[in-house]
């Protein structure tokens, strides 16, 4: 971060921060993330079992790939809690499994309507896409 001053008679007219790579926002924050097929991020913990909404951007040409994934991180032993939710591209549309202890559920996109007509396109055209998932306890 470094900030840019311009002083005239001892008075600063303007101020404007200027963000290093990578970042950007109003406090220089690193709002994205870019990887080339084998990259991670790793964040805090999303809270489960109450009420959320988490957005998701991204941009990809690969047909299939793992997006997100909040669970645990170590071999789940007898007891353990095993609650996790998993966004994922297949075939190029978006899946969502998410587990609250009671099972998995699994929500699965393929561009079509009931009727079998395609609606939506696949998200792995290189153009950038949003996924917002909300969840009310149990529900999604």
């Known amino acids: 971060l470094s900030i840019v001053m311009n002083w005239n008679d001892d008075v600063v007219n303007t101020c404007r921060c200027e963000c290093p790579g990578e970042f950007d926002g109003p406090r220089c924050q690193q709002t994205r993330h870019s990887f ?12 489960q079992c109450e009420e959320s909404h988490t957005s998701l951007e991204f941009v990809t040409t690969k047909d299939s790939g793992l997006i997100l994934y909040n669970g645990p991180i170590r071999e789940i032993q007898e007891g353990d809690p095993d609650d996790f939710i998993i966004l994922e591209l297949r075939g190029g549309y978006p899946v969502l499994r998410i587990n609250h202890g009671s099972g998995e559920a699994k929500l699965t996109i393929d561009g079509r309507d009931s009727k079998g007509r395609k609606q939506l396109d696949k998200m792995n055209d290189g153009k950038w896409h949003r996924v917002d998932i909300f969840r009310s306890g149990k529900v999604f």
């Open 36 to 47: 080339k097929g084998n990259g991670w991020a790793w964040y805090k913990p999303l809270a």
